[in-house]
């Protein structure tokens, strides 16, 4: 029997269509999320004039950069890597002129196409770059399992050796067995460099017990901070199985060192910051059974908030609205907490919280030597509701385990100084937290982020749904949901502090003790009453669980403020 061309195609689309029947041919044909490239869902306007922030340039001393954000496709793998859907391998491209490249940039293929990498402009007569004298083949796919389905194409990835003096910040990829010129990249006086450390997995082969399996990473400097000067560069790091053990002392690329970084001159002023905010201040939903909202600090304490001193329990004091006889400063030593008003209507009231009078707290923080900016979000809740755990198909409530007085939760916003272009979200999810890139957040009304506050807990999490605290189907509830009850952040907010700014900090921030009384109510008597109301497989389940609860569940303790938090001079963690 003879088809025509038409009846062909017909025939093959027709098949196509019907799914499971022949799947491979589906799978061949699915698009992948690096297919697509990630922009914000609307144009970013033209910044407020002032300084080098926007300018798409940074001035390290000796040494200019830019940060590409296009690049041109080298190679790609289809397996290995997160989900198993591989990876793609880029050169940035167009480069300006008089400027080099550093190295190549990869990216899994399970998210769509979104990255940058630097490149360098020598500003030292030629002694702050050097071309490399070599190169070492790192890996091929030519002697790897992880081969192309489809593809003939061979990947190579080159480490390149700097001339003594100098360090390596990237590597170069190729499709030929051919060592790469030269005078492809560059490498950078040792003294405008810094020790890096792995951030997370790009793609390679994970676990597998291949000796010789390649693994490629995403880097960070080692250190981190509001006064670190180390720079990220946006290369991957390779590595074979048997380098694997090495530690930030002996990897073998670097990162950069921004030796003017106490000039500040790359970091946005206090009008760029405020348009930056406009863009993208959050918008945070609580779930609609949520009884603890949040509230501005002024309105908690100008609703009966009190401050007692240890010896002098019987006497307590009130609070100014901005906390100006609150104790400043010194150590954590117990002698001073906040803690609810005492007739019974007032606290009901401060429990409750005012989402109406909330103001959020911004903190502007210096990263990764002043190339980024990150502002802090600070939410304020005057209680902390307790936790309910899910055994299984069964839920229940855990009395006072979880509860505290005073919650500070936080959202944090990564922001390119190059381009004022929002790169990360972290999201504080109780004493931890998740960084998030830009292509997996969601946004409202334009690039506004959006992001979800759990039921009584307040840990922020960016998607709706249950987020499980234990082990398999049993642990501690954490559900989200989108509600008419929602901040938006960007209506009511405050600079309350900025390492680049002189910004007059409000008294309640250097507050240094707990926000909330510590009730040294026996865990042990509380776990004990629960158990009691509990039988057979029920009761072996919450045992198994209360082993693996979270120490900040445990009886109940006010917070210190954001200002005693490891990440305020640190990096979030």
């Known amino acids: 029997m003879v088809f025509s061309q038409s009846i062909l195609r017909l ?25 697509t490239v990630f922009k914000l869902p609307s144009p970013l306007p033209n910044w407020p004039p002032g300084g080098e922030f ?14 590409i954000v296009t690049f041109n496709k080298v190679w790609a793998i289809d397996k290995g890597g997160p989900d198993n859907l591989g990876a793609t391998f880029y050169e940035p491209s167009p480069i300006p002129d008089g400027f080099s490249m550093f190295g190549c940039y990869c990216q899994p293929n399970n998210q769509p196409h979104f990255g940058w990498v630097l490149v360098g402009k020598d500003k030292n007569n030629g002694q702050t770059l050097k071309n490399p ?3 070492t083949l790192v890996w091929s796919s030519e002697s790897s399992k992880l081969k192309n389905k489809k593809s003939t194409d061979d990947g190579y990835i080159w480490l390149p050796i700097p001339p003594e003096g100098y360090k390596a910040l990237g590597h170069v990829i190729t499709t030929s067995p051919e ?7 560059q ?23 291949n000796a010789n399996g390649i693994n490629v990473h995403s880097t960070r400097p080692r250190e981190r901070g509001i006064k670190a000067q180390g ?33 500040f001159s790359s970091m946005p002023s206090l009008g760029q910051i405020q348009a930056l905010f406009e863009q993208y201040s959050p918008l945070v939903y609580f779930h609609p059974k949520e009884k603890y909202l949040p509230s501005s600090v002024n309105w908690y304490f100008a609703n009966g908030a009190l401050l007692y001193q240890k010896g002098q329990e019987s006497n307590p004091s009130s609070i100014e609205p901005n906390g100006s006889n609150l104790p400043q400063g010194g150590p954590n030593d117990g002698a001073y907490w906040l803690d609810l008003p005492i007739d019974a209507k007032d606290k009901e009231k401060a429990i409750k919280g005012d989402l109406l009078s909330s103001e959020v707290y911004l903190h502007i923080k210096p990263m990764l030597g002043a190339t980024f900016t990150d502002i802090a979000v600070w939410i304020f809740h005057p209680f902390n509701g307790p936790g309910t755990a899910k055994l299984g198909l069964i839920d229940v409530p855990l009395g006072k385990i979880g509860e505290h007085i005073g919650d500070w939760e936080h959202v944090t916003l990564r922001i390119s100084n190059f381009n004022g272009v929002l790169h990360k979200v972290y999201l504080s999810e109780h004493s931890g937290g998740t960084w998030l890139n830009a292509p997996l957040v969601e946004f409202q009304n334009g690039n506004k982020v959006v992001a979800y506050s759990s039921l009584n807990g307040h ?21 989200t949901a989108k509600s008419n009850l929602v901040l938006d952040c960007g209506e009511n907010y405050s600079v309350v502090a900025a390492e680049n700014l002189e910004i007059l900090e409000p008294p309640w921030l250097n507050y240094t003790r707990e926000w909330g009384p510590k009730i040294s109510y026996a865990l042990g008597d509380e776990v004990k009453r629960i158990e009691s109301l509990l039988k057979g497989n029920l009761k072996t389940a919450f045992e198994k669980l209360v082993k693996v609860l979270p120490n900040e569940v445990y009886g109940e303790e006010g917070p210190t403020g954001p200002k005693m938090k490891g990440n305020w001079n640190g990096d979030e963690v």
């Open 187 to 209: 490498c950078v006086q040792s003294n405008l460099t810094d020790k890096l450390e792995v951030e997370s997995w790009i793609w390679g082969e994970g676990t597998t017990s």
């Open 459 to 479: 840990a922020i999490y960016p998607k709706p749904g249950l987020v499980l605290q234990g082990t398999g189907d049993i642990g501690i509830r954490n559900d």
């Open 231 to 263: 720079v990220s560069v946006g290369t991957f790091l390779a590595r074979i199985k048997s380098d694997q053990n090495d530690d930030s002392n002996t990897l073998s690329l670097a990162c950069l060192k921004n030796n003017k970084f106490g000039t």
């Open 54 to 67: 926007g300018s798409g340039y940074v001035d390290l001393e000796g040494l200019e950069v830019c940060q």
């Open 11 to 35: 025939l093959f689309t027709s098949i196509s269509l019907m799914g499971n029947c022949i799947p491979s041919l589906d799978k061949e044909r699915q698009t992948l999320p690096i297919d």
């Open 133 to 135: 004298i070599d190169y």
């Open 179 to 185: 060592k790469p010129s030269l005078d492809k990249i």
